[in-house]
């Protein structure tokens, strides 16, 4: 059985940059890519979102892939950022190596699909895009780009998908069914989810506000990103660079209500718990908690008050950067996975834009503004789904 | 170190659901059919009904069933695969979007057609607050989730486990599948739930050794053999293959060729005729298989060949999505 | 009133599917959300929407329908009082 879980690589493209370089700038700036829609066709522009600033076109001529071939949104981020993590960890996926893709995403092609519907009902124009609507298909696009991979899967847990996509990586790590993974998710901005979200009426028609006491709602965003996960005799094999370690991570389920977070944060509290025990860590060694924060008036309570089951006394800074993001969903925990090992790198926390009103509720302010020259050690990244899917990741400095 | 099957429930286009053994097979001359479906009032109320489509409604009564089966309070994990989960409630949300210019949409359509509503859905039921997940990948979504399942046991994290696999097929989108579907194979939906433990009782169907899930393997045959040989077996130790032959060509050449190249001698068997071909299709193979085991024989109607299956103490399920993804279950008796 | 009651009550049972329900078993004071008819936060969206589409009364805060939908009464009154359609 394989010892440690290694992060050697990251990827990542969101709205606010499409490499790791570009996340960090924007977020040592306070910069956030939300704002109003420019690539989506969607009647409701006027909601506030975070889009990858790159059209489906751009990312194909980046990507060499030439325009007859049938690709969507979804897969595109998803090329785009896993190439930079495998570049990042200097890897190139062979059958010498036993290496896994696991990814996620909730909209599959669903992007092309939303457009080409009435076509795949009634004529035959667009039928090679029903063959890459499903969510397994969008992950098969992405893996056969690169060739290589042994072992591709997809995760679909709503928010926490792709945190569990990572937490699935290393368990198969430390089985030692695999040597190496590139773990996360992919969820491009589709009229069907931001139509969706805007039913259930939790989305901000404002910045959102994440922990503030006026908050209203969350902004949805597009994203992916992947980690490179190894074992470490296979880093230490190729003398490889590793980042951080994974850890711990826990997967709880809140089963409160399909929509809704339980009001004592039950299924939060157990994942943070299991992710601590796994750990080996206390709380009190926790230098940072990046939240899943959304803004909603019952997430950011559940959340709060689970933090607080946790953490006691002694809570660590918590921030929410899907003020700068957006709500990535399926990508979300992979997305903030790279940010809060970017944080732990780099020594600074970001800070949760827009909170300005105390939650009577909770007893921790999140971080206002950006902090650096700090030391972190063990940062805890929340992700917690619609259906009471919920994951926590810790990620560790290696000591 | 074997996970054990202690309850499984299958609702398909067969007589299966609560059946003990092998119910007479229903033969159907039309392409498009649907699951014969229980009575969901035993295990569903109405007032959590009325949300529910069909994928969802079969994955609770099958959950239920098999816990019930199996004699365990409560699992220590949920894990579902599905292909397009709620395809009903996507396609309905999605309709009334494209016609109503993305006006007066309905929240619940939106909420079902997430694929891990499933899985939450069970755990809601039962009040489970264990581990949780959802596979999506395609023809191979139900082995992904007991592939974790697998990975749990090993590591020690959970004693009991929930999988299944669940999907259900529309008459749009049988449509569709006509139009990107290469020919031979019979359309069809269904929904397995197996309930499995580290520990054996008197109750156990078999114990599931070991399964592998592989992406474009060099040469199945010899990752087959290899999967075989780590886990202390060849080829000639195996009693009966049961293979995902669907009546597409193309797909099953490298069935035929497998079973000829190492299982020659061998019982073959296969359950796609009875089942129908969907995303989560291996999970009435998976049934089949145990019950194989269980009952100690294989219907006549499955049978490929006249081979003896012999003493039934190992078998393989093997099975493949597109030529891409293939899946290994290896079983044995207990 | 009456004409309007009998109408929301035929929709509220046809978009939230409550099989087995008749106009007549919705009495016009019952509680339609926690006790009396049961309905929960999923359904109290749903009634959002059929008061836009059917009625044009666009509610932005999803806070307000409790209070709206307390009862039969409580919204045929509402919507008397601000319909547009």
Request: glycine share 8%.
């Amino acid at each position: 059985m394989a010892g440690q879980v290694l992060v050697t690589g990251l990827g990542i493209v969101s709205g606010i940059g499409i490499s790791v370089q570009d996340t960090l700038a924007s977020l040592l700036a306070g910069k956030s890519g939300v704002g109003i829609i420019k690539y989506l066709q969607t009647n409701h522009k006027d909601i506030p979102c975070s889009e990858i600033q790159l059209s489906d076109e751009q990312m194909c001529r980046m990507l060499s892939i030439p325009d007859s071939v049938p690709i969507n949104r979804t897969s595109l981020m998803g090329i785009l950022a896993a190439k930079n993590a495998l570049a990042d960890a200097n890897i190139t996926p062979n059958r010498a190596l036993r290496i896994g893709f696991i990814s996620s995403t909730t909209v599959g092609g669903m992007e092309k699909s939303e457009q080409f519907y009435k076509d795949f009902l009634e004529n035959d124009t667009r039928n090679e895009y029903i063959k890459i609507h499903d969510c397994g298909a969008c992950t098969e696009i992405i893996a056969d780009y690169f060739g290589g991979f042994s072992f591709v899967s997809t995760i679909s847990t709503a928010c926490s998908s792709s945190a569990n996509a990572i937490a699935l990586g290393s368990n198969l790590i430390k089985q030692g069914i695999l040597d190496c993974v590139v773990a996360g998710g992919t969820e491009c901005l589709t009229k069907f989810h931001l139509n969706g979200f805007k039913t259930l009426m939790i989305l901000d028609r404002a910045h959102c506000r994440p922990f503030d006491a006026t908050r209203a709602g969350l902004n949805l965003g597009e994203g992916a990103a992947y980690l490179v996960l190894e074992s470490d005799e296979n880093v230490q094999a190729r003398n490889a660079k590793a980042l951080c370690k994974v850890a711990g991570y826990g997967n709880a389920c809140d089963c409160y209500h399909q929509t809704a977070s339980s009001p004592d944060g039950k299924g939060a509290t157990l994942a943070m718990q299991y992710a601590l025990d796994m750990s080996g860590l206390k709380p009190s060694d926790i230098d940072y908690i990046n939240a899943h924060g959304t803004g909603t008036t019952n997430n950011d309570e559940s959340e709060g008050v689970a933090i607080m089951n946790v953490f006691g006394n002694s809570i660590p800074p918590v921030s929410s950067t899907k003020a700068y993001t957006g709500h990535t969903t399926s990508a979300a925990g992979s997305v903030e996975a790279v940010i809060s090992i970017l944080a732990m790198q780099e020594g600074f926390l970001p800070a949760n834009l827009n909170f300005k009103n105390q939650m009577a509720k909770l007893s921790f302010t999140p971080v206002r503004e950006l902090r650096r020259n700090l030391k972190i050690t063990h940062v805890l990244s929340n992700s917690f789904g619609f259906g009471g899917n919920n994951t926590a990741i810790i990620f560790s400095k290696i000591q | 170190m074997g996970v054990f099957i202690q309850g499984i429930g299958n609702i398909s286009l067969q007589n299966t659901f609560e059946q003990i053994g092998f119910p007479e097979p229903v033969w159907y001359n039309e392409s498009y059919v649907r699951c014969i479906d229980p009575d969901f009032k035993n295990f569903i109320s109405p007032i959590e009904a009325r949300r529910m489509s069909k994928v969802i409604k079969r994955a609770i009564a099958t959950a239920k069933s098999s816990i019930a089966e199996s004699g365990i309070e409560m699992p220590d994990a949920i894990i579902s695969g599905t292909g397009l989960g709620s395809i009903d409630d996507t396609e309905k949300f999605l309709s009334a979007m494209i016609d109503n210019n993305e006006k007066f949409l309905q929240p619940t359509f939106f909420i079902q057609s997430t694929h891990n509503t499933i899985s939450s859905q069970i755990a809601i039921n039962l009040k489970c607050h264990g581990h949780n997940n959802t596979f999506v990948h395609g023809g191979i979504s139900f082995e992904c989730a007991l592939t974790e399942a697998m990975l749990l046991f090993a590591g020690n994290r959970i004693e009991t486990a929930l999988v299944g696999g669940y999907d259900e097929m529309t008459p749009a989108y049988f449509k569709l599948l006509n139009k990107i579907n290469t020919s031979g194979s019979l359309a069809g939906e269904g929904s397995v739930s197996v309930m499995l433990s580290s520990r054996k009782n008197e109750k156990t169907y078999a114990a599931i050794e070991a399964i592998e899930v592989l992406y474009q393997p060099e040469n199945i045959e010899t990752s087959i053999e290899a999967f075989l040989d780590r886990n202390g077996k060849k080829a000639a130790d195996m009693d009966i293959v049961v293979l995902g032959i669907n009546g597409d060509a193309q797909g099953d050449l490298i069935y035929k060729t497998i079973a000829a190249n190492l299982f020659g001698q061998k019982a073959h068997a296969w359950y796609k005729h009875l089942s129908g071909e969907y995303f989560t299709s291996a999970g009435f193979g998976f049934w089949l298989a145990a019950n194989c085991i269980k009952h100690r024989q294989v219907p006549p109607f499955v049978a490929l060949n006249s081979n003896s299956a012999g003493k039934l103490q190992n078998l393989l399920l093997f099975n493949h999505y597109r030529n891409k993804n293939f899946s290994l279950i290896l079983f044995s008796a207990c | 009133m009456e004409a309007l009651i009998l109408e929301l009550k035929k929709e509220i049972i046809k978009v939230l599917n409550l099989e087995g329900v008749k106009p007549e078993d919705i009495d016009n004071d019952m509680p339609l959300f926690g006790e009396g008819l049961g309905l929960d936060s999923i359904d109290a969206l749903e009634l959002i929407v059929l008061l836009e589409k059917n009625y044009g009364i666009k509610l932005d805060d999803p806070g307000k329908g409790r209070e709206i939908f307390g009862s039969i009464n409580i919204f045929a009154k509402y919507i008397s009082e601000n319909q547009r359609k």
